[in-house]
């Protein structure tokens, strides 16, 4: 199934699509729904009548309490780069202040002329779990989601932590759905064809199955240090073709077009624009 969190007047709600069809779940987003033990139950007792055709939609889960991000992750990538493969996953932190939804513009911030693109499968917890077996961490994954990690260059790489280039406001958009891990592919562990162009051109191209450390694996590692909990995030890395590593190295600029898509989740469609 696919849920996602819409705007309206009154705020935002938790809905469940299908098709071109959607109905409401009785929470106020995703991450408020996912908290509800029988969630799944209660998606599935709806039925979706109400047109989605112009619906404007918010980030997923538009305050995740974790965001958790993986870099380095994409074995062929590594490889290319004469690197060796990691032992462990390279994790850092966004806040909730960078998401935007689906359809919303990127936030070009004055600070910076290095702004780049990271095309990601993001999976979405659902259960709370704290050193999870392999078993538990897949039966933990609500769903995947598809994010684009923005981050500014410059920032990123002003000292050695990387987390201030990673969450700049308004910088990541992140949907256009959840869809259930049931849904797809491998489940828990999808194979699913991921791309990212700019102003039209293909500048990613990878499959998840590609990811070093899969997001059954990561859900282990990352509840080991602490506690996951329904709606927190985790984006597992991107593959190559990132903007920064090209010579010359190219950003993206005021009007740039940006569509990030995984088979089997959707497409992300935003436009660059000057804060």
Known sequence: MKLTTLRTAEGTRAIRVEGERYAELGAPDVGAFLAQEDWRAQAEAVTPERPLAGADLAAVVPRPG??????????????????????????????????????????????SDAVDWEAELA??????????????????????????????????YRSPMWLQG?????????????????????????????S?????????????GDLVFDPVQLVRYASTILTLRPGDVIATGTPGGVGHARKPPRYLSHGARLVTEISGLGRLENVARDE
Not at 76 to 89: A, K, V
Not at 126 to 150: K, M, P, Q, Y
Not at 196 to 208: H, I, R, S, Y
């Open 66 to 111: 974790k965001i958790l991000c993986v870099g380095l992750n994409y074995r062929n990538h590594i490889l290319e780069m004469g690197r060796e493969l990691p032992r462990y996953p390279t994790l850092f932190a966004k806040y909730p202040e960078a998401l935007v939804g689906p359809a919303d513009p990127i936030a070009l911030p004055p600070e």
């Open 123 to 156: 999976l979405v917890v659902g259960a709370t779990v704290r050193r999870a077996s392999e078993t538990e961490a897949a039966a933990a994954i609500a769903g995947f989601s598809v994010l684009n990690d923005v981050t500014t260059r410059d920032w990123q």
């Open 166 to 194: 990673k969450t700049f406001e308004g910088t990541t958009p992140f949907g256009p759905y959840l869809v259930t891990a049931d849904e797809l592919p491998g489940g828990a562990t999808p194979a699913l064809e991921l």
């Open 196 to 208: 990212c162009e700019v102003d039209g051109e293909q500048v990613q191209k990878a499959n998840t």
